[in-house]
């Protein structure tokens, strides 16, 4: 069974630039999570869905970060404009909370890089 | 607000002793406990969990402690290895009411000298 997929794995931009990330859960997980890994810290979570419904995004900076699962699959966490201080892994993950399985799967995460 | 504080920051030991990480989480309503292995450029990967209704789960060289009274949970290896060397985070989640969101504590370096 393939794992969580992200792409691009890494990404160099300059800084007010746009970009995006993309990721697909494991197949039949519902759950599916964006995280921010700065360097040397824990991941911290950005976004949360159960299908298509973000049902927790206190945490996702909505002046400039914006995520869409429109099908309950996957899943497009994009910034715009990009700032310096942007510059980190972000790390995709899903669980199948349906049967009450709590265990988070993530992704090897988007490397970006803001100039 | 909720928070995970880890302990230590880094730890160096030789290869065949054992390790222990320690947690402490602020949320008494938190009742799921996860820890993840990161290699340096990959994925966090589950190592062992342990829910709030026990106190101690064991898988071969790890296991997992819980006081849910002090809030605090503690990664034990033994017998270390070299390929044990990684990142070790600890997080806790309220399962249940609110989802899964983890609250990660900010990682231990483990090294394993051979």
């Known amino acids: 069974e393939a794992g969580v997929v992200q792409s691009p794995r890494y990404k160099i931009i300059e800084k007010k630039q746009p970009v995006a990330f993309w990721c697909n859960p494991i197949?039949?997980?519902?759950?599916l999570y964006w995280y921010l890994q700065n360097l040397g810290q824990g991941p911290e979570l950005l976004i949360r869905?159960?299908?298509?419904?973000?049902?927790?995004d206190s945490q996702l900076p909505k002046d400039r970060f914006s995520a869409e699962r429109l099908k309950g699959v996957d899943s497009t966490l994009k910034i715009q404009p990009a700032e310096l201080g942007d510059s980190a892994v972000y790390l995709c993950?899903?669980?199948?909370?349906?049967?009450?399985?709590?265990?988070?799967?993530f992704g090897p995460g988007t490397r970006l890089l803001v100039l | 607000g909720e928070n995970v504080e880890q302990h230590p920051s880094t730890l160096s030991v030789q290869e065949g002793d054992s390790a222990v990480i320690k947690c402490t989480y602020s949320?008494?309503?938190?009742?799921?406990f996860p820890w993840y292995k990161q290699e340096l450029g990959k994925r966090p990967q589950l190592i062992i969990d342990?829910?709030?209704?026990?106190g101690e789960k064991k898988d071969q060289r790890i296991a997992v402690t819980l006081n849910k009274t002090a809030k605090h949970f503690s990664l034990h290896i033994t017998e270390t290895q070299p390929e044990d060397s990684a990142v070790y985070f600890c997080?806790?989640?309220?399962?249940?009411?609110?989802?899964?969101?983890?609250?990660f504590g900010q990682g231990t370096e483990l090294s394993v000298k051979p």
């Open positions: 869905y159960e299908n298509e419904e973000a049902v927790d």
């Open positions: 949320d008494s309503a938190s009742n799921y």
């Open positions: 993950a899903s669980s199948q909370t349906r049967d009450q399985e709590e265990t988070q799967y």
């Open positions: 342990i829910r709030s209704n026990v």
């Open positions: 997080a806790a989640s309220r399962w249940g009411n609110q989802g899964g969101k983890l609250i």
């Open positions: 197949s039949g997980h519902n759950t």
